[in-house]
């Protein structure tokens, strides 16, 4: 299994970045996945998730209303649309895939993509 983050970068208050995760291997269409972030000195946050045939999200308090995530099937990638960055935004950004079909065990990992609001 591979993931691989691209699409980070900086960006003024207010402004919008989309991230996108190419995935390989065996990740099923169905098996939850997601995005984390982490600042120096954190843990890692929990920011979107996308599950099941039906694609049901969920979001962070904190990103709700101005993330977005989904995801192409066909295509091999997750995407996050983050609009109305703000500085707490700031952070690596992760794509995460679980090896379950049960429950959300993420034990695959990409490298991380860093995102900067200023």
């Known amino acids: 299994v591979q993931l691989v983050e691209s699409g980070g970068g900086s960006v003024q208050t207010g402004g919008s970045l989309s991230l996108s995760c190419a995935y390989s291997g065996d990740i099923y269409d169905s098996y939850c996945m997601a995005w984390f972030r982490q600042t120096p000195g954190k843990e890692r946050e929990g920011v979107a998730v996308i599950e099941g045939a039906d694609g049901t999200t969920t979001y962070a308090d904190s990103v709700k209303g101005r993330f977005t995530i989904s995801k192409a099937n066909t295509k091999n990638t997750l995407y996050l649309q983050m609009d109305s960055l703000q500085p707490e935004d700031t952070a690596m950004y992760y794509c995460?895939?679980?090896?379950?079909?049960?429950?959300?065990?993420?034990?695959?990992w990409g490298q991380g993509t860093q995102v900067t609001v200023s």
């Open positions: 995460t895939a679980s090896d379950s079909p049960i429950l959300c065990a993420y034990n695959y």
